[in-house]
């Protein structure tokens, strides 16, 4: 495991650049003594610690943005999804997915175990045996730290799934899925690069899942959305679409700064270590890199908003900053701070331009998850060949094969739980509400929810 966590760490950090590596050079020549052994150790896991508790936020961003981008009858599911979809990704992965993931990778996946728990050097330490502190020492973080940073980005991958399917998925049918894709689907994805796989091998990057991570999700989203289907009378009969206005948008702005907050510790942990100068240095590239193509997303989604959309639109906006965050994932170790500013640019196009096309194709995603993560994601994994090195070739191959291994075994899993347990909630739930028909609350219960004109006049005709 040590061995795995110390490769992931090296794969990670791949393309800091040539300023970072020659600060290396400078760093390990000087006569300033390295922090001994049981300092970095204390460092190390605090940053996964303190990183990771700052990743668990967006969970919070993602709830606020979800439940205000829904209508107010359905409000008060997304909040138990939310919340549902955190509880179920800790257990899973602390019971499978963390092993598929990184216990004894070979070439595609890990080893089938149950549950993961503290190394038997630290058992014996808590225990009170002194003498075990050196073994401890011979790992750079404590081995939960490690499991509690990598935990909270399974999450987030769940938590794209929601935002797309909402308004009509069956609450239970999800947390299904959400359990597959939580234990099995993402750690498989994580094993083959992250865990030391076949496509690390092959010396595929992305520094901290803008693949990996947000276009396993997109993909797991997409196939859920061509299973489940739009919401009722999304798309109408001549073909136009039917604007469904977020019922609130200062929810759905809290939710994007909260998120936009939550990726420093996505970037900045992802460096996997806080115990030298040279780690302090790339960590603080990484996070200026992110908060200016987040900037970047947002201007560049202003700004092209109009003569795509037909208005400067909010929503565009929100999701242009996320669709920025998205894209530097994939290399924001990079030293060039104007290729952020591009990158993030870039991806604010590519989210507000794919909104429109998922409106083409009448697929329905009810907070633009699938144009901001997956297709900015796609765009991301790309970027990294002139930006940090990355062979466009091994890029492609990583791109395709996690997209079709994503898609296929997701569309297969919604196909059966439809088949069984059923995806969509039936007409009259729709109708009412999840909150009302499934939870029997209403999370605005002094609002009287008046039905929509166009609404009446499609179930008189």
Same mark, same amino acid.
């Given at each position: 495991?040590?061995?795995?966590?110390?490769?992931?760490?090296?794969?990670?950090?791949?393309?800091i650049?040539?300023?970072?590596?020659?600060?290396?050079?400078?760093?390990?020549?000087?006569?300033?003594?390295?922090?001994?052994?049981?300092?970095?150790?204390i460092?190390?896991?605090?940053?996964?610690?303190l990183?990771?508790a700052?990743?668990?936020?967006?969970?919070?961003?993602?709830?606020?943005?979800?439940?205000?981008?829904?209508?107010?009858?359905n409000?008060?599911?997304?909040?138990?999804?939310?919340?549902?979809?955190?509880?179920?990704?800790?257990?899973?992965?602390?019971?499978?997915?963390?092993?598929?993931?990184?216990v004894?990778?070979?070439?595609?996946?890990?080893?089938?175990?149950?549950?993961?728990?503290?190394?038997?050097?630290?058992i014996? %330490?808590? =225990?009170?045996?002194?003498?075990a502190?050196?073994?401890?020492?011979?790992?750079?973080?404590?081995?939960?730290?490690?499991?509690?940073?990598?935990?909270?980005?399974?999450?987030?991958?769940?938590?794209?799934?929601?935002?797309?399917?909402?308004?009509?998925?069956?609450?239970?049918?999800?947390?299904?899925?959400?359990i597959?894709?939580?234990?099995?689907?993402y750690?498989?994805?994580?094993?083959?690069t992250?865990?030391?796989?076949?496509?690390?091998?092959?010396?595929?990057?992305?520094?901290?899942?803008?693949?990996i991570v947000?276009?396993?999700?997109? @993909?797991?989203?997409?196939?859920?959305?061509i299973v489940?289907?739009?919401?009722?009378?999304?798309?109408r009969?001549?073909?136009?679409?039917?604007?469904?206005?977020?019922?609130?948008?200062?929810?759905?702005?809290?939710?994007?700064?909260?998120?936009?907050?939550?990726?420093?510790?996505?970037?900045?942990?992802?460096?996997?270590?806080? =115990?030298?100068a040279?780690?302090?240095?790339?960590? =603080?590239?990484?996070?200026?890199?992110?908060?200016?193509?987040?900037?970047?997303?947002?201007?560049?989604?202003?700004?092209?908003?109009?003569?795509?959309?037909?208005r400067?639109?909010?929503?565009?906006?929100?999701n242009?900053?996320?669709?920025?965050?998205?894209?530097?994932?994939?290399?924001?170790?990079?030293?060039?701070?104007?290729?952020?500013?591009?990158?993030?640019?870039?991806?604010?196009?590519?989210?507000?331009?794919?909104?429109?096309?998922?409106?083409? %194709?009448?697929?329905?995603?009810?907070?633009?998850?699938?144009?901001?993560?997956?297709f900015?994601?796609?765009?991301?994994?790309?970027?990294?060949?002139?930006?940090?090195?990355?062979?466009?070739?091994?890029?492609?191959?990583?791109?395709?094969?996690?997209?079709?291994?994503?898609?296929?075994?997701?569309?297969?899993? @919604?196909? %059966?739980?439809?088949?069984? %347990?059923?995806?969509?909630?039936?007409p009259?739930?729709?109708e009412?509400?999840?909150?009302?028909?499934?939870l029997?609350?209403?999370?605005?219960?002094?609002?009287?929810?008046?039905?929509?004109?166009?609404?009446?006049?499609?179930?008189?005709?």
């Amino acid at each position: 495991m040590k061995e795995t966590c110390r490769y992931k760490q090296t794969r990670r950090g791949a393309g800091i650049g040539s300023i970072i590596g020659a600060a290396l050079v400078l760093y390990s020549s000087s006569a300033h003594a390295a922090p001994d052994g049981e300092t970095q150790f204390i460092l190390n896991s605090f940053s996964f610690i303190l990183w990771g508790a700052l990743v668990m936020w967006m969970c919070a961003g993602f709830t606020m943005l979800e439940a205000g981008s829904v209508r107010t009858k359905n409000a008060s599911v997304i909040c138990l999804k939310n919340i549902g979809l955190y509880a179920i990704a800790g257990l899973a992965y602390f019971t499978l997915g963390y092993n598929l993931m990184y216990v004894d990778v070979g070439g595609f996946i890990g080893s089938f175990t149950l549950f993961y728990n503290s190394s038997a050097a630290e058992i014996a %330490l808590l =225990s009170g045996d002194e003498a075990a502190l050196a073994s401890v020492l011979e790992s750079d973080y404590s081995t939960m730290s490690d499991w509690f940073f990598q935990m909270v980005f399974v999450a987030t991958t769940a938590s794209i799934v929601s935002g797309t399917l909402a308004e009509r998925v069956k609450l239970w049918t999800f947390f299904v899925f959400t359990i597959i894709l939580t234990a099995f689907i993402y750690p498989v994805v994580g094993a083959w690069t992250w865990g030391g796989g076949w496509l690390s091998e092959m010396g595929f990057q992305d520094f901290a899942g803008s693949t990996i991570v947000h276009s396993t999700g997109g @993909w797991a989203a997409l196939a859920g959305a061509i299973v489940v289907g739009a919401r009722a009378r999304k798309f109408r009969k001549d073909g136009t679409v039917k604007n469904t206005p977020p019922s609130n948008i200062p929810a759905v702005t809290l939710g994007v700064f909260i998120l936009w907050l939550g990726w420093f510790g996505f970037n900045g942990g992802s460096q996997l270590a806080m =115990s030298s100068a040279l780690d302090v240095v790339a960590m =603080s590239v990484v996070l200026a890199n992110t908060n200016l193509a987040a900037a970047a997303g947002v201007m560049v989604a202003m700004s092209v908003s109009r003569p795509i959309l037909g208005r400067v639109d909010l929503l565009a906006c929100l999701n242009g900053a996320i669709a920025g965050l998205v894209a530097i994932t994939a290399g924001p170790d990079i030293v060039s701070h104007q290729l952020a500013i591009v990158i993030g640019g870039i991806g604010g196009l590519i989210s507000t331009a794919g909104v429109k096309l998922m409106e083409r %194709l009448k697929i329905d995603d009810v907070v633009g998850a699938v144009p901001a993560h997956l297709f900015a994601g796609i765009w991301g994994t790309i970027a990294v060949c002139f930006a940090a090195g990355g062979q466009l070739s091994v890029q492609l191959i990583g791109i395709l094969s996690i997209g079709a291994f994503v898609f296929t075994i997701s569309l297969i899993i @919604w196909k %059966l739980l439809d088949l069984t %347990l059923k995806a969509r909630v039936s007409p009259m739930v729709e109708e009412l509400g999840q909150d009302v028909a499934e939870l029997g609350i209403e999370a605005y219960p002094e609002f009287m929810i008046m039905p929509d004109s166009e609404d009446v006049e499609d179930l008189k005709s």
